[in-house]
T-cell receptor, first 114, second 112 residues
Framework: KAGVTQTPRYLIKTRGQQVTLSCSPISGHRSVSWYQQTPGQGLQFLFE???????NKGNFPGRFSGRQFSNSRSEMNVSTLELGDSALYLC?????????????FGNGTRLTVT | DAKTTQPPSMDCAEGRAANLPCNHSTISGNEYVYWYRQIHSQGPQYIIH???NNETNEMASLIITEDRKSSTLILPHATLRDTAVYYC?????????????FGTGTRLTVIP
């Protein structure tokens, strides 16, 4: 089975721009979660989608949003980029929105905001 | 979810067993212990998880104390490729449990 795929791998944007990141979960997985990783704050939960619905949201401003499509693929969007949004954005998938099956992570999109 | 406490760093000689401890004294009855590791510039990699019994897979063994307040991840024969940050996480299985709290983890350095 192919793992979680995130595109693009690297991205450079300017302050004030917006960006869209893409995540394809493992085949058959219906839950997709997004995380932000920075040197100062570590790994922080952004939000989770299951069956095209946001199930859970972390403590991030409204500039961070996401969506999930009927094929379980997900995108996250960050509008009005700030320098502090520079981070590794990770996507993780699991079969369901609950249960003990572990989350499996992609290798992330590294976003640099200049 | 309960929080965990891990030592910030550990060294291990190549070929020896690496024993990584984790305290999770506030774990509740329906929470599992999960271990992930992250090699630089990659996403976290799932290693193993357990509820109360010891678990073993091709990567590692997980030993959970009887009171479930602590656990140890064992890499039986550490290699240089095992150098990574290891995260111990407790997680329930209810809806919304995919909000994982990673903490700062243990940076394991395997020394040749």
């Amino acid at each position: 089975k192919a793992g979680v795929t995130q595109t693009p791998r690297y991205l450079i944007k300017t302050r004030g721009q917006q960006v869209t990141l893409s995540c394809s979960p493992i085949s058959g997985h219906r839950s997709v979660s997004w995380y932000q990783q920075t040197p100062g704050q570590g790994l922080q939960f952004l939000f989770e989608y299951f069956s095209e619905t946001q199930r859970n949201k972390g403590n991030f401003p409204g500039r961070f949003s996401g969506r999930q499509f009927s094929n379980s693929r997900s995108e996250m969007n960050v509008s009005t980029l700030e320098l502090g949004d520079s981070a590794l954005y990770l996507c993780a998938s699991s079969p369901l929105g609950q249960g003990v099956a572990p989350l499996h992570f992609g290798n992330g999109t590294r976003l640099t905001v200049t | 979810d309960a929080k965990t406490t891990q030592p910030p760093s550990m060294d291990c000689a190549e070929g020896r067993a690496a024993n990584l401890p984790c305290n999770h004294s506030t774990i509740s009855g329906n929470e599992y212990v999960y271990w992930y590791r992250q090699i630089h510039s990659q996403g976290p990699q799932y290693i193993i998880h357990g509820l109360k019994n010891n678990e073993t897979n091709e990567m590692a063994s997980l030993i959970i104390t009887e009171d479930r307040k602590s656990s140890t991840l064992i890499l039986p024969h550490a290699t240089l490729r095992d150098t990574a940050v290891y995260y111990c996480i407790v997680r329930g299985y209810q809806t919304g449990a995919n909000n994982l709290f990673f903490g700062t983890g243990t940076r394991l350095t395997v020394i040749p």
